[in-house]
C-alpha cells in the first residue's frame, strides 16, 4: 500500500488540493512539508498530537518534516476554529512558550540526522524583519479583501467581530509557506480541517509570487477534525486539557485518558494515533466486537501512545498504578507511584505521628461528621492503604505510612484521599 493510501485508509485525510498531484509528487519525491505550532501555552497538548504524528509518519516514509514554531504568528492569534479573540501575550512569554514548543517536537521527530533530519524554524526570525510597509506591498497586494472574507475562518468571525490583527494571520502564514517553499523547497502544508483557509490562501500567494510562465508545484493537505462518539471533546477531561509535558499530566493520567477510550473511537483511534499496522488493528477491532469486556483494544491503545510519548518506564509505571489501584494493592506502590497516581485528589497534611481514624476522617472532609466517620467505618466504607477497616478506635501511626510519606484512605469505591505525613 503506498504512503498516501495508507493515510487515506487510516481516515487521515480530510482535504487534498490536488490529490493525483500530490499521490505523484510523494511516489516520486523526497518530499519536504511542514506544520506549523503556534506557542499558546508552555506545552503541546493531545490536540496538536495528530499533526505531529503525521509530521513522524512522513519522516518514517522518507520525507522531510519540517516544524514551524510559531513565535510571530503566536504574536498575533489565530482566528481560526475560534468563536472570540485570543489573548495576547508578551513577547517574552512567547518566546519561552516557542523553546518549550522546539523541545517538545524532538520527543518524536529526529532532528538530528543529517540526511533525512527534520527541520525546526521559527517564523519570528522571519516576520521581525519585515516592516509594515513591506509586508503590505509585497504580501497585502496579492490578496484581495473578498478573497479573505470568504474563508471560512473569517467567515465565521464577522458576525461577532474581528480585529484587523486576527484578520491579518492569514497573510502571515500565507508568507511562512512561501518563505519555507523558497528557502527549503517546501511544497506540502498539512493541517487541522480549520486550516484549510490558511492553507489554500499561502497556495495562491505561491502561485501568484511565481515567475509568470513558471508552475508552481506545492500542495495543501488536511486532517479531520477528531469527534468523539458520545459528542465531548476531544482532549478534554474535568481536569481540563490533556498535556504531553508529565509536569501537567502525568503519565499515568495520559494512559487513563486512552483507556477509557469509548468502543465506539478506539479502532478509530488506533488508526489515527498508533503505528500499529491496519492488520494489527483489525485483529483488535475483532475484539472489541467479540469480547468488549476485555477491552484489549483500550489497552494497547493505551499502551502504544504512553510509551510513545512518555517512554517504556513512564508507561511502566503507569500500568503498575492501574494495576494497583484495580485490585486495591495500594501498598505496592512507592512514593514516587502515589505521587503520579494521587495527583489530583483531595489530600490533607497529617502533623501528629499517631491520629484516631475518627478524627482524621472528620479533619480531612473525608466524613462530613464524626456520627457519619462510625457509620462509614462499621459499614466498611473505609479502607487504609487498601485495607478495609471496620474499628472506630483505629489509630493511625508509622505502621500506615507509605514510604514514610503517604497513607492513602479511600472511601466507598472510588473516592481517594491522599494523608500527607
Not at 110 to 122: H, P, Q, S, T, Y
Not at 386 to 400: F, I, P, T
Request: charged residues 30%; proline residues 2%; negative net charge.
Amino acid at each position: 500500500m503506498k504512503f498516501l493510501e495508507e493515510l487515506k485508509a487510516r481516515g487521515l485525510v480530510n482535504q487534498i488540493t490536488d490529490e493525483e498531484g500530490l499521490e505523484k509528487h510523494l511516489n516520486e519525491n523526497r518530499v519536504s512539508l511542514y506544520c506549523g505550532f503556534d506557542p499558546t501555552a508552555d506545552s503541546l497538548h493531545i490536540g496538536h498530537l495528530l499533526p505531529v504524528i503525521m509530521l513522524k509518519r512522513f519522516q518514517e516514509a522518507g520525507h522531510q518534516p519540517i516544524a514551524l514554531v510559531g513565535g510571530g504568528t503566536g504574536m498575533i492569534g489565530d482566528p481560526s476554529g475560534r468563536n472570540e479573540e485570543r489573548q495576547l501575550n508578551e513577547a517574552s512569554v512567547v518566546e519561552h512558550y516557542s523553546n518549550s514548543l522546539k523541545n517538545q517536537l524532538a520527543n518524536f521527530l529526529d532532528f538530528e540526522d543529517e540526511k533525512k533530519g527534520a527541520i525546526a524554524v521559527n517564523n519570528l526570525d522571519w516576520l521581525k524583519e519585515m516592516s509594515v510597509i513591506e509586508l503590505l506591498r509585497d504580501v497585502g497586494k496579492h490578496f484581495s479583501v473578498n478573497y479573505m472574507l470568504a474563508k471560512d475562518s473569517v467567515e465565521s468571525r464577522i458576525e461577532n467581530g474581528i480585529s484587523f490583527t486576527e484578520f491579518s494571520y492569514m497573510l502571515l502564514q500565507s508568507l511562512d509557506f512561501y518563505k519555507l517553499n523558497q528557502e527549503q523547497n517546501c511544497t506540502l502544508q498539512i493541517g487541522g480541517s480549520d486550516q484549510w483557509g490558511n492553507i489554500t490562501a499561502g497556495l495562491e500567494f505561491i502561485r501568484r509570487k511565481s515567475e509568470e510562465g513558471e508552475e508552481a508545484k506545492a500542495f495543501g493537505l488536511t486532517i479531520p477534525l477528531i469527534t468523539k462518539a458520545d459528542g465531548s471533546k476531544f482532549g478534554k477531561t474535568a481536569g481540563g486539557a490533556i498535556w504531553l509535558d508529565p509536569e501537567k499530566t502525568s503519565p499515568y493520567e495520559f494512559y487513563q485518558f486512552w483507556l477509557n477510550a469509548d468502543d465506539r473511537d478506539v479502532i478509530k483511534f488506533l488508526k489515527y494515533f498508533t503505528f500499529l499496522s491496519l492488520d494489527d488493528i483489525k485483529e483488535l477491532e475483532g475484539e472489541v466486537q467479540a469480547r468488549p469486556e476485555e477491552r484489549a483494544a483500550q489497552k494497547r491503545l493505551a499502551e502504544e501512545m504512553t510509551k510513545l510519548v512518555h517512554g517504556e518506564e513512564a508507561l511502566n509505571q503507569a500500568i503498575k498504578i492501574s494495576n494497583a489501584l484495580f485490585k486495591g494493592d495500594i501498598k505496592a506502590l512507592n512514593k514516587s507511584d502515589i505521587e503520579a497516581g494521587f495527583k489530583d485528589v483531595p489530600s490533607y497534611a497529617l502533623e501528629e505521628e499517631e491520629k484516631g481514624l475518627v478524627d482524621l476522617l472528620v479533619e480531612a472532609n473525608i466524613s462530613s461528621s464524626k456520627r457519619q466517620a462510625r457509620e462509614d467505618i462499621k459499614n466498611g466504607a473505609i479502607y487504609i492503604n487498601g485495607e478495609r477497616e471496620q474499628d472506630a478506635s483505629y489509630v493511625l501511626d508509622h505502621k500506615d505510612k507509605l514510604d514514610d510519606a503517604f497513607t492513602v484512605i479511600r472511601r466507598g469505591k472510588k473516592k481517594y484521599f491522599l494523608i500527607r505525613h
